[in-house]
């Protein structure tokens, strides 16, 4: 059994260690959504085909498949209540919220 954990990321600094740009809030928000999308995708379909803004993946396959049924559950965390709370009503997903305002909570 597994939980996959997913965040929109938020600390500048790891971002700079791995020499990526740290886009705007509402761009992390949707690259989300659409990770969450194509790991469900992979999960349960033979061959995944997801069209996004940000991400594609086409014809792609994942083995073995999750043990779990329909998938792993996926935990969001986010500080964003309008837009975390509607990813995960449109993805069924668990979700936290996490504040990042003292630095992790982890």
């Not at 709370?85 to 069924?92: F, G, K, P, S, W």
């Given at each position: 059994?597994?939980e ?15 020499g990526?740009?740290l886009?705007p809030?509402?761009?992390?928000m ?5 990770a969450c999308?194509i790991?469900k ?8 085909t997801v069209e ?22 996926i935990?969001?965390?986010t500080?964003?209540e309008?837009?975390g ?8 997903l668990?979700?936290?919220?996490c ?8």
């Open positions: 059994r597994v996959v954990g997913l965040g929109a990321g938020w600390h500048e600094d790891e971002h700079k260690q791995y990526l740009p886009p809030l509402g761009e992390r949707r690259r989300l959504e659409e999308q790991l995708a992979l999960w349960t379909e033979k061959r995944a996004g803004t940000y991400y594609q993946v086409r014809e792609a396959f994942h083995e073995p498949k999750p043990v779990q049924r329909p998938h792993p559950p935990v969001l965390g500080s964003g309008k837009v709370l509607r990813i995960t009503a449109v993805q069924q668990i979700r936290f919220r504040d990042t305002s003292f630095g992790s909570t982890w």
